[in-house]
């Protein structure tokens, strides 16, 4: 026969019998055997006048020293009586019987065994005193052993539904790790999870371990109260009515239902069959019933969060088709002013010069005029080329983001007397809508350095490296306080740019010091490159 493996709490248990106290136990249990029944009855009958349940009383009568009389009398071992008190420990730790409940019940039995044994063996009664109390030093370290596992297991359990509730990446991933969580706890042979769907006419499967098809039931007259209290459910036909899978009837003996209700309300349930008669003991219930609402909350919460995710990918769609309307529109605006407006002024200059050549020279005056005109024009026409150039680019859609940076620098260069350095990497090909929000990001900075920065020096750093694009604006000016500036409800600035980077994915820092020597701003951004 294979010996079963111990744990080490109960291999310390079994050491403490040694050869001679197994030769008194031996002893003992064939002096007792004869009586045990007697004793045990007597027992039972106190036990129930002190309140302990039916399953109570059971498993109490199992752990006894007349217990392991009757086991050593039938020539088994005092280790298979070890492994029964630890059985029986794990059942009254899932019966909810505590510790001090025992241990007045072991009390109770030693009142009654105490005259039947001074009566059997007057002159050795003393020696046998220290072997019940040896025996009974054994129980009570193997019951605290089988308490801890059960509470060890409890604790476990809570443990991992934690761990799915923080790692699901979705509603679906969450119900169904919670219900493989659970049948593993229960160690049931399936496990099925249903949801009422949203007008409460069916009964959804939304998780089942084995893996099953989809199945949906309808909620039929009394059904929801049927199922609205923790029940265990024979597998035959009296139950048939309460389990949602019509097959279980037939393939498990025992079958357990939780609701999942909240305020009230029932909002699923969640089925386990087992394919053995399995007794449903109230610490069981007790955690399945914390389980099922931990897993209600935990879905709702998902639910929130999936809801929430979908509204963020469609605000996170409209700023990014916004954007997309404002580059349109920029162009639109761009090319009308170039094909409308531009090409007026550049006639009405025209014709201004014609005019001033066709004056005579005695009206000086009028000459005089008309050159202030035509310089005037000249201006607005030299102003609304930069306006366009600011709306739309032409050059980085036909020579890509470098060449426009260094256009965008020149220009600030000629209207400020900044030095700007400009560092430029080789990038490789860029995607459109990425080169687009690099160059208004830059050019969003050149804005705030020029309105408020008072800046002496501008460094720009630009560069690609595995997957991302770098860029840095760094200057010495000013600096002002980040947070206020970024709360500032009328300032679209630096949010605006937040929100660019936002929108791509990316990562945004700015870092300003309005004191001391290093007085100045820096802008950090990362924008992934799209494959």
């Not at 009390?107 to 007057?122: G, K, V």
């Not at 350095?421 to 690099?438: D, F, T, V």
């Amino acid at each position: 026969m294979q010996t079963p493996q111990l744990s080490p709490e109960l291999a310390d248990a079994a050491d403490v019998l040694s050869d001679q106290l197994r030769v008194h136990l031996q002893r003992l249990a064939v002096l007792l055997e004869p009586h045990t029944e007697k004793i045990e009855r007597r027992f039972l009958h106190r036990l129930r006048g002190m309140g302990f349940e039916p399953k109570q009383r059971v498993a109490l009568a199992a752990i006894t020293p007349g217990a392991a009389a009757r086991v050593l009398a039938f020539g088994q071992t005092p280790l298979k009586f070890i492994e029964q008190v630890e059985y029986n420990g794990r059942r009254l730790a899932k019966l909810n019987l505590p510790p001090s409940a025992i241990l007045e019940a072991l009390q109770e039995y030693d009142r009654l065994l105490t005259p039947t044994l001074e009566s059997l063996i007057p002159d050795e009664h003393s020696n046998f005193q220290w072997v019940r109390e040896q025996l009974h030093f054994c129980v009570i370290l193997t019951l605290n052993n089988a308490y801890y596992q059960v509470r060890e297991a409890e604790t476990q359990a809570f443990y991992e539904l934690f761990r799915i509730e923080l790692e699901s990446r979705n509603l679906e991933e969450l119900l169904r790790r919670f219900l493989e969580s659970l049948v593993h706890v229960c160690r049931a042979d399936a496990g099925r999870l249903y949801m009422l769907n949203e007008d409460g006419s069916a009964w959804v499967l939304k998780a089942g371990t084995p893996k099953s098809a989809e199945l949906s039931v309808r909620n039929q007259n009394g059904l929801i109260k049927k199922l609205s209290k923790p029940r265990q459910l024979n597998g035959d036909g009296h139950s048939a009515g309460a389990l949602l899978d019509s097959s279980w009837h037939a393939r498990f003996r025992s079958c357990w239902s939780i609701p999942l209700a909240a305020d009230g309300r029932m909002a699923g349930v969640m089925q386990f069959g087992f394919s053995k008669a399995y007794e449903w003991l109230p610490r069981e219930q007790e955690l399945l019933a914390a389980a099922a609402e931990r897993c209600l909350m935990a879905a709702e919460k998902a639910r929130l969060m999936e809801d929430l995710a979908q509204r963020e990918e469609q605000v996170r769609r409209l700023a990014e088709h916004m954007l997309h309307v404002e580059e349109v529109e920029r162009r639109r605006i761009s090319r009308e002013l170039h094909d409308e407006a531009g090409q007026s002024l550049l006639c009405i200059r025209l014709q201004i010069e014609l005019i001033e050549q066709a004056l005579p020279e005695s009206e000086r005056e009028w000459r005089a005029k008309l050159c202030e005109a035509r310089d005037l024009t000249e201006r607005t026409i030299l102003e609304m080329r930069r306006l366009i150039a600011a709306l739309s680019p032409a050059v980085l859609e036909q020579l890509g983001l470098g060449a426009a940076l260094r256009q965008l620098v020149n220009r600030f260069r000629r209207l400020h007397p900044c030095r700007v350095r400009l560092q430029l990497s080789k990038m490789g090909e860029l995607p459109q809508q990425l080169e687009i929000i690099a160059y208004r990001l830059v050019q969003e900075c050149f804005n705030n350095v020029g309105k408020h920065s008072a800046a002496g020096n501008v460094n720009i750093s630009l560069a690609s490296a595995d997957g991302v694009l770098k860029l840095v604006v760094e200057d010495n000016g000013v600096g002002f306080n980040v947070r206020e500036a970024l709360a500032k409800r009328e300032s679209f600035g630096l949010s605006g740019m937040r929100e660019r980077v936002a929108l791509l994915g990316g990562e945004f820092r700015v870092e300003s010091r309005s004191e001391g020597a290093k007085k100045g701003t820096k802008i950090s951004i990362e924008l992934p490159i799209a494959k």
